[in-house]
């Protein structure tokens, strides 16, 4: 089968490069373990950090290793007896098509109501980072303006539908008409404005005229800072990722002070932070994805191969929805 390890670390951007594709026998598995033919893998920014040497809140990773990525999929073989043949797991086990597990890190999912590919995304980490993120940290009321970056991705995508079933007023900002079309007429924000447009400012400010409460912040640099120039004393913000500058990038703040002025909380977090949550915030987003309250969308690229692209892609914005790739 095939894998794909990190073959050298990114200077700045990454590089197809940085990627190598091997075939590797088939493991034959131990007592205790099972064999597991992955379906879907996540892409996440996150692998950005990975990659790199420097100090991130996970450690990176080592060369010729395989890749770290979420994955779900289907046990093909099991001397394990918590798992059968057939059943649908979800896990860590990298970019590849195969990996042995000792089931200790996979959880067993239901994909009758609930397609396989969500446990990746609104019913997985990106969707537990909305839901960790909206309810304990940005804590938003109803009537309250809530604005969220990267709006059609997979964590903002459902953070702004979450927020529209609290009852706030949800502005979504996102690169370009179609993406912000999409945050609109299909996942109900009253807004979204795009950032690529060239009036991020002016077009912010018509977006929110009672000011902003509540940021749940994704991208960082220019877009943060034109949210932050609208905020209301006490607002909150939960800064959730920054990728404007996960290549490096330098990315200033221009409007730092607002946050003693308008005496706002600033509270950066990280998904895994409370571990003992996610059975409810799992068990929460499964529920609305099952019942149609809770849309998503994905982007899939089709086989293993075409994984490194895909990342390339996800860190420039090309893709729209979750990023995935799809094994078999
Ligand atoms: P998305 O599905 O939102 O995809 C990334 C999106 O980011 C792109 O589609 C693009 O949207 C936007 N983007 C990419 N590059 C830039 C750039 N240079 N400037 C501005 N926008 C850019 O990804 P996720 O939903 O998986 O992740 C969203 C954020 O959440 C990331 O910052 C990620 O690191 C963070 N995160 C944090 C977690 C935590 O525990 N703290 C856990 C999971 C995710 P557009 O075209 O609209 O610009």
């Known amino acids: 089968f095939q894998r794909i390890v990190l073959a050298s670390r990114p200077k700045a951007e990454v590089q197809p490069e940085n990627f190598r594709l091997e075939t590797v026998d088939m493991p034959v598995i131990k007592d205790g373990e099972l064999l ?12 950005r950090g990975r990659m790199s040497e420097s100090k991130s809140y996970a450690a990176s990773q080592a060369i010729d290793d395989t890749m770290i990525g979420g994955t779900v999929g289907e046990v093909v073989e099991s001397k394990n007896p918590k798992f059968a043949v057939g059943d649908m797991v979800v896990g860590t086990l990298g970019w590849a098509e195969m990996a042995v597990s000792d089931g200790s890190m996979l959880r067993r999912v239901d994909t009758k109501q609930i397609p396989a590919s969500a446990y990746l995304g609104a019913v997985g980490m990106p969707g537990m980072t909305a839901w960790y993120g909206l309810n304990h940290i940005m804590t938003p009321k109803a009537g309250e303006t809530v604005v969220v970056s990267a709006a059609s991705g997979a964590v903002g995508s459902v953070v702004g539908q979450l927020a529209k079933l609290k009852g706030c007023r949800v502005v979504g900002i996102a690169g370009g008409a179609e993406k912000c079309a999409y945050v609109v007429d299909e996942l109900g924000f009253d807004a979204c404005v795009d950032y690529k447009a060239g009036n991020l400012e002016a077009d912010l400010a018509a977006a929110t005229p009672d000011g902003i409460d509540a940021i749940f912040e994704n991208v960082g640099g220019k877009v943060f800072d034109a949210a932050l120039a609208r905020t209301n ?96």
């Open 36 to 47: 597991v033919r992955n379906q879907y893998l996540s892409l996440d920014p996150y692998m």
């Open 233 to 328: 004393a006490f607002g909150r913000i939960a800064l959730c990722g920054w990728i404007a500058g996960y290549n490096g990038e330098a990315t200033p703040i221009d409007n730092f002070r607002l946050i003693l002025i308008n005496r706002l909380t600033v509270r950066g977090f990280i998904v895994s932070e409370q571990p003992e949550l996610w059975p409810q915030g799992l068990g929460e987003l499964g529920a609305l994805v099952a019942e149609g309250k809770l849309k998503f969308r994905e982007s899939v690229a089709e086989g293993l191969a075409s994984a490194p692209e895909a990342f390339i892609g996800l860190l420039k914005g090309r893709n729209f929805g979750k990023q995935l790739v799809k094994l078999i």
